[in-house]
């Protein structure tokens, strides 16, 4: 027989249990309304506002309306003008824009002799969701940009193909092949998850078994604790990075492009880190399950802000604020460079920086929390 | 070392929120001296403990152990003092061998191999050395954890409760070491709840509240509680207690085997009670001296629990 008493006594004290443990309770709670906020607000499939350079050796009446209708388009963000090869290269293989459009020399004049100049649209195909839809639009926008001008040209030359021609170029992903920009990703959102979790658990399970109290009573000091802790891990993160790199090559036929000595550096860095924040969390989790849970918590964002899901330049402000404190978007950022733009240590330092003060952030703060009393 | 007093300790103080556990508690202990800490549960102990040993830092007070302040030098106390904690916290999925180096390596000892195999020999654990520390019994464990920290031979021994759930044998073989370490000049500290660890013991303080309430050479904790007491045999023992248990005088009464042992502070009071019961049938009185057992039941007798933050077991 089912009794509704034995129902109600367990049922009343697995919700005083509830209501005691308030990190999980809260962590429910806020779950929720995370994932509201990240999916309803700041990830954007559909990119637009993304930073473009115009690299322009023409000027007149019909680039202006070009440019005027590039900007009406909210496709892209027209964020430099500049006039030579160079400077446009830089910008895009630093990844400070996503695209680089060309006015060539003569644009103009040869606009309406009918010689059918090239604009040319260098898109960075590394991340092929955010070029897409520029790619996909470019053709549309000149069209709307150059009709009311082609009542000015010869008779010969309406109707018929367009007086110009687009060229795209994608650069990095010449494919747009996806696993490009998701192979390197992976690698961040494994490392983040594997050794933010194994760390966060150093401290707690010392705790729940009771070993914490005869380590404390020893004359090990907390700075030796965190170093003894984190660093075995280290060898584990870098057989994980093994294993993603062959399979990279071997398996994806992802090229690596790039300085393996900056990638060395590069991903040591971002391993502490994540042994770091784990280790943190270790000094605020009581429990073991409380750390899975905040360890949880923190892999949210790093996967959904952090651009290795959704273009991050396509997100609001505020949201490309908290990604820029997550280390992995730092690191994906770093590594796609390296890999698929085959960036050295020079091209990369406007993140590598921001990385190891996050690292020396997270260490500081677990060392003040940790103070080696049981106070 | 300052000449012959290992701890040296004057107001320590320390709250958990707004429970003071521990409350203005001085301690002086002798080289070479066993020290017993008696108390109920909760009464602050524990608390005392980790605060002498640099596990807590407290609110108020200042001191020394082994010369070191302990405000201020928990590290260079942590390095001279060996603390067995009341819950076993050795790791159990670490094996015998394992365990006894993790703690040789934490104090940074020379001979390290050396040192490790004469404590396995001196537990008599040659041929299980591998065995993992979580599949050996209770007393095993104990022993483990006493030769663990004992690896750095330390000059002061801080036992909490150390023989709680361990058989008699185990615990007479326990204090047959203490005993031998005292006598080779290591100073034990250590809380209790068993008479017959008080008995090992060559001085006591009785804790309730966070506060000592007494200090004195375990052979004269009777004297000073100036108890009196009277040993009631034949006739109808539960009928006796019965009328006795609640008597005016009457401070605790405890059934030894085939006798009634009655005590109280006042006795005047005491005899009269007694008096009282005197014409009971076949019934045989006799005051006797209060002896170290019925002071220590008077201790435990005298308060419950003091259910303490810090000491919760």
């Known amino acids: ?375 | 070392m300052t000449g012959e007093t290992v701890i040296d300790v004057r107001g320590l103080t320390k709250s958990f929120g707004d429970k003071t556990v521990v409350d203005h508690f001085d301690l002086n202990v002798p080289r070479g001296s066993i020290y017993g800490f008696l108390g109920p549960n909760g009464s602050g102990k524990t608390t005392t403990i980790r605060m002498v040993c640099g596990l807590l830092k407290p609110d108020e007070g200042e001191g020394t152990c082994l010369g070191y302040d302990v405000l201020h030098e928990s590290t260079e106390i942590k390095a001279h003092v060996g603390y067995m904690t009341q819950r076993f916290s050795l790791y159990e999925d670490l094996s015998i061998r394992e365990n006894l180096e993790f703690f040789a390596r934490l104090y940074g000892l020379d001979r390290m191999r050396q040192r490790v195999d004469e404590a396995i020999a001196s537990l008599g654990l040659e041929g299980r050395a591998g065995q993992l520390a979580g599949s050996l019994s209770g007393g095993w464990k104990q022993r483990l954890a006493l030769a663990a920290c004992m690896i750095h031979e330390p000059q002061l021994l801080l036992l909490d409760e150390p023989t709680a759930g361990v058989d008699p044998k185990a615990r007479r073989d326990f204090w047959d070491t203490i005993r031998h370490y005292a006598s080779q000049g290591v100073t034990t500290l250590v809380s209790t709840h068993y008479m017959d660890e008080v008995v090992q013991c060559d001085r006591i303080a009785y804790i309730a509240y966070g506060k000592k309430l007494l200090d004195a050479p375990t052979a004269e904790i009777p004297d000073q509680l100036g108890l009196h007491a009277f040993k009631l045999d034949n006739g109808d023992l539960d009928k006796l207690s019965e009328k006795l248990k609640h008597a005016p005088g009457v401070d605790i009464l405890a059934r030894f085997g085939a006798s009634i042992h009655v005590c109280g502070k006042d006795r005047e009071k005491l005899a009269a009670a007694v008096d009282k019961v005197r014409g009971e049938p076949g019934v045989r009185v006799a005051e006797i001296e209060a002896g170290l057992e019925e002071a220590f039941i008077y201790l435990m007798a005298e308060s419950d629990d003091n259910f303490g933050v810090g000491d919760a077991a």
Do not use: C
Not at chain 1, 2 to 24: G, N, Y
Not at chain 1, 204 to 217: D, I, N, P, Q, W
Not at chain 1, 325 to 351: Q, S, W, Y
């Open chain 1, 1 to 375: 027989m089912i009794s509704f008493s034995r129902i109600a006594a367990v049922f009343i004290k697995e919700l005083v249990q509830m209501r005691r443990d308030r990190p999980t309770f809260a962590i429910m709670i806020m779950v929720p309304v995370m994932q509201l906020a990240l999916f309803g607000f700041a990830i954007n499939t559909d990119p637009r506002h993304l930073p473009a350079a115009v690299e322009l050796r023409d000027e007149g009446p019909l680039t202006r309306s070009f440019l005027a209708s590039l900007r009406q388009s909210t496709y892209v963000e027209i964020t430099d003008i500049v006039h030579t090869d160079a400077q446009g290269e830089e910008l895009l293989r630093s990844g400070k824009v996503n695209f680089l459009i060309v006015i060539p020399e003569n644009f103009e004049s040869d606009f309406v002799r009918g010689e059918r100049p090239e604009i040319l649209v260098a898109a960075d195909a590394s991340d092929p969701v955010a070029a897409s839809g520029v790619v996909g639009a470019i053709g549309e926008i000149a069209r709307r940009a150059f009709e009311p001008e082609l009542e000015r040209l010869p008779v010969r030359l309406r109707g018929g193909a367009p007086p110009y021609n687009v060229v795209i170029h994608r650069q990095y992903n010449p494919e747009g092949v996806t696993a490009f920009n998701i192979v390197p990703g992976l690698l961040g959102v494994i490392l983040t998850m594997t050794m933010t979790m194994i760390t966060s658990i150093a401290l707690t399970r010392e705790r729940e078994r009771g070993t914490y109290e005869a380590l404390l009573s020893s004359p090990v000091r907390p700075l030796e604790i965190m170093v003894g802790k984190t660093t075995p891990y280290i060898i584990v993160g870098a057989i994980q990075t093994a294993i993603i790199l062959l399979a990279a090559r071997f398996v994806f036929h992802i090229p690596f492009m790039g300085d393996a000595l900056a990638f060395l550096l590069v991903i040591s860095v971002f391993i502490l880190t994540n042994l770091m924040l784990g280790y943190l969390i270790s000094t605020v989790a009581k429990t073991q399950m409380q750390a899975m849970q905040m360890t949880f918590f923190v892999f949210l964002p790093s996967i959904l802000l952090s651009g290795f899901m959704f273009p991050f330049r396509a997100m609001p402000v505020w949201a490309r604020a908290i990604g820029e404190v997550i280390p992995n978007t730092h690191f994906l950022r770093m590594v796609r460079e390296i890999m698929l733009k085959g960036a050295g240590l020079a091209d990369i330092a406007g993140d590598l920086g921001p990385l190891v003060l996050i690292l020396l952030v997270l260490a500081g703060i677990a060392l003040l929390r940790f103070r080696g009393t049981l106070d």
